[in-house]
């Protein structure tokens, strides 16, 4: 159990974060926590194997890559263990087989809507989003980007650097400035934590602003999302939970204040009429088509309500 508790703290305390990477890290966790069960039977394993689960679910409550992760790893029906075992590091393995082969996907398709010579603003640090600004780098394109800061954990930091080491030119900008250079961008591109089944994206705290700010600019506005960050309990009415995180992050001195609560969302709600063009490793969709995406492609049965 100790790589599962030490891969949830990294998750909860964000040394590992971005939707995508703590789903593949939770798939790992499980698979390599099942390998080396001592167990005598498969009650005991499935057991086990459910408590291990849950200490990975609890530890960030928007991200649903992460329960798609785990549900698609739990997914074995065999009579027993040594088969539930292999089921699970299977399942483990080809999620993050899939997971990469989706990004890069997402990187081939999402890339066209990018022309030579475009600015293209991002929010945070996606790895779809950065795969899509790459690919198009690649390709031969001569773009420009704008990241934003992403406070408070500026993340937007990551993406910088890591644009940097592409080569490819960019500038670094407070979160406030969104609308202020918004008539110099092209298209917004942003990952997605949880794209709901009519088609509402939730993100990093700041997108919904951006949108917003695109809108009023006629900027388009793309989202870069793998299929497993499309929520299917949605479509059984179910909110996203919002993960409020400690206030610290936003200002360490806040104990001084003896009137003041400070309040630090991670995420924020954008609706999808603000939004042109969801693209995934299935296709590049407009927001309305992703009750289709969670149905067809999450495999996603009503019975596993629960
Ligand atoms: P990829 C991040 O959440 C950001 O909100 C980002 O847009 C999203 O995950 C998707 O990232 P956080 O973990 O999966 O920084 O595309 O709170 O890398």
Same mark, same amino acid.
């Given at each position: 159990m100790d790589r599962v508790l030490d891969t949830a703290e990294k998750i909860r305390s964000m040394e590992i974060r971005g939707a995508g990477r703590i789903a593949t890290a939770a798939a790992a966790a499980l698979r390599d926590f099942s390998r080396d069960l001592q167990v005598q039977s498969l009650n005991e394993f499935d057991i086990e194997m459910q408590r291990a689960a849950d200490v990975l679910l609890m530890t960030r409550p928007t991200a649903v890559s992460l329960s798609n992760a785990?549900?698609?790893?739990?997914?074995?029906?065999?009579?027993? $263990?040594?088969? @539930?075992?292999?089921?699970?590091? /299977?399942?483990?393995?080809?999620?993050? =087989?899939?997971?990469? !082969?989706?990004?890069? !996907?997402?990187? &081939?398709?999402?890339?066209?809507?990018?022309?030579?010579?475009?600015?293209?603003l991002t929010h945070c640090n996606s790895l779809a989003a950065i795969s899509v600004i790459s690919a198009a780098h690649k390709s031969g394109k001569k773009i420009k980007v704008i990241a934003t800061e992403s406070r408070p954990r500026? &993340?937007?930091?990551?993406?910088?650097?890591? $644009?940097?080491?592409?080569? *490819? =030119? #960019?500038?670094?900008?407070?979160?406030?400035?969104?609308?202020?250079?918004?008539?110099?961008?092209?298209?917004?591109?942003?990952?997605?934590?949880?794209?709901?089944?009519?088609?509402?994206?939730?993100? !990093?705290?700041? #997108?919904?602003?951006? @949108?917003?700010?695109a809108r009023e600019a006629r900027t388009s506005f793309m989202v870069a999302a793998e299929t497993y960050k499309f929520s299917p309990k949605t479509i059984l009415g179910e909110l996203? #939970?919002?993960? /409020?995180?400690?206030? &610290?992050?936003?200002?360490?001195?806040?104990?001084?204040? !003896?009137?003041?609560?400070?309040?630090?969302? @991670?995420?924020?709600?954008?609706?999808? &009429?603000? *939004?042109?063009?969801?693209? #995934?490793? @299935?296709?590049?969709?407009?927001?309305?088509?992703?009750? $289709?995406?969670?149905? =067809?492609?999450?495999?996603? =049965?009503?019975?596993?309500?629960?």
């Open positions: 785990i549900r698609l790893v739990m997914k074995y029906r065999v009579d027993d $263990l040594e088969s @539930a075992r292999r089921a699970v590091i /299977e399942n483990a393995d080809r999620f993050i =087989e899939n997971s990469q !082969k989706a990004v890069e !996907k997402i990187g &081939q398709i999402g890339s066209r809507r990018i022309r030579d010579g475009d600015t293209v500026f &993340q937007g930091i990551t993406t910088i650097g890591m $644009l940097d080491k592409l080569g *490819i =030119e #960019t500038e670094l900008i407070v979160d406030s400035a969104a609308r202020s250079v918004m008539n110099e961008v092209d298209l917004v591109v942003v990952g997605a934590d949880v794209i709901t089944a009519n088609g509402t994206l939730v993100n !990093k705290i700041g #997108t919904a602003q951006i @949108a917003l700010a996203v #939970t919002i993960e /409020e995180r400690d206030p &610290q992050e936003v200002l360490p001195g806040i104990a001084q204040y !003896k009137h003041v609560k400070v309040r630090n969302p @991670a995420f924020d709600v954008t609706p999808h &009429q603000y *939004i042109d063009l969801i693209c #995934t490793e @299935a296709g590049a969709i407009p927001p309305e088509m992703s009750y $289709l995406i969670i149905k =067809e492609r999450l495999g996603w =049965e009503m019975e596993e309500d629960g």
